[in-house]
């Protein structure tokens, strides 16, 4: 189990840049794959973007590609979520977790941090 910590959401205007991250605890960071789901007010929660192990393959939702890039630093145990030319429509809470491998279903997912929140003004 790795207990996750997110932080570095906020209040931007669209076409703004925000970065949340996600902190883990444990020294078994780099074993596990890390997402980024967000879950708008009346809405199932949805994939955002994945990085596995290593770094070396990341997958992103269509609605963020191009706008957005995930990383992380296994020698701080964070993840990273850069995101760039934000629209209203990215408001959200935004959620890291971590799981045993890559992928893009909440139910993959049993380690969830508390979530940040994200909101993009019109």
């Known amino acids: 189990q790795v207990q996750l910590v997110e932080s570095g959401g906020g209040l931007v205007q669209a076409g703004g840049s925000l970065r949340p991250s996600c902190a883990a605890s444990?020294?078994?960071?780099?074993?596990?794959?890390m997402v980024w789901f967000r879950q708008a007010p009346g809405k199932e929660r949805e994939f955002v973007a994945v990085?596995?192990?290593?770094?070396?393959?990341?997958y992103y939702a269509d609605s963020v590609k191009g706008r957005s890039t995930i990383s992380r630093d296994n020698a701080k145990n964070t993840v990273y979520l850069q995101m760039n030319s934000l629209k209203p429509e990215d408001t959200a809470v935004y959620y890291c977790?971590?799981?045993?491998?890559?992928?893009?279903?909440?139910?993959?997912?049993?380690?969830w941090g508390q979530g940040t929140q994200v909101t993009v003004s019109s």
């Open positions: 977790a971590a799981g045993r491998v890559v992928a893009t279903t909440v139910k993959t997912y049993d380690d």
């Open positions: 444990g020294r078994t960071f780099s074993s596990y794959a």
């Open positions: 990085i596995s192990r290593s770094g070396a393959n990341t």
